[in-house]
Every structure is written in C-alpha cells, then in structure tokens.
C-alpha cells in the first residue's frame, strides 16, 4: 500500500495528465456523437420541408395537375415545360433523399421506393424520367430504374 502511494507521488501529473487526456476523448467522443444525431435531425427536417414546399406548388398551380394524373394522355397534350421543369425538381429533390441515405444523414424511409413506383408510374413523370434521367449520376439512374420495375 505505501509503495502505491509512493507511486501516485512520484507520478501525480503523470498520471493527472492522462486522466485530462481520457476525459478529453471521452468528452470529444460523446459531443460528436451528440453533434451527429442534432445533424441528422436538421437534414430530415429540411429535407421535409422541401417536400412539403414542392408538392404545395401542384395544389396552388393548376397548370401541374396533370402531373399526378394516372391518365395523361401525352399524345394529345404533350407535356408542357412547367410540366417537366416540375418533375424534374421532385427528381432532383428525390436525389438529395438517395445522397443523404446514402451518406447515413437520414434513415431510410419506409414507402420511399413505393411512393417513388407510385410517382414514375404515372403517364408523366414517366416520360421526363425517361427522358432527363441522363442529368443524374449512374447509381440514381441504376436505384430509380431497379425500383420501378420491381
């Protein structure tokens, strides 16, 4: 017991130096992990949001309600360019979705693959999916195109 004691004496800012060093990293730890979880919370509130704001914009603008419309006849009424430029800001909006699941920001959604299905299944969307998919990288395309045909 004097030995340790003697020990301690010899070695107090030893060993309170390391003592400082361990609560350091545990604090630095615990405050990352804090700070990780507030991120992810503030990622899926915009990211709603965003959501909200854009399909807000088909119940105030008539000119988008073919959009959802599951018989769109394109062959008489080909799609208007309000018509795609909206289509394509969901599909840009739905990009940021895979990036940040991608990336672990956000959790996966449950029904995000159905209501995507659901979406590029309609006469329109279909069509400026087809037609525009090339302004997104290659895994999108790959994960959009698997989850239609499913």
Known sequence: MLSVISWIGNHFFDL???????????FTAVSYREDTKSRRLSNLVTLT???????EETQTNQKLDRVRDPLA??????????????VMLLMFHLHCWYRAIQEGEVKVLEGLE???????GKPIPKFV???????FDPDFRTFVDRVISS
Not at 16 to 26: K, N
Not at 49 to 55: N, Y
Not at 73 to 86: I, N
Not at 130 to 135: D, G, S, T, V
Request: no cysteine; aromatic share 14%; glycine share 4%.
């Open 49 to 55: 949001k965003q959501h909200r704001e854009i399909w």
């Open 16 to 26: 309170l130096s390391a003592v400082g060093i361990v609560s350091g990293l545990v």
């Open 114 to 120: 159905m209501d995507i299905r659901s979406f590029l």
């Open 129 to 135: 999916w087809e037609q525009r998919k090339a302004y």
């Open 73 to 86: 006849d394109l062959y008489t009424k080909p799609v208007t360019s309000e018509e795609s430029q909206f």
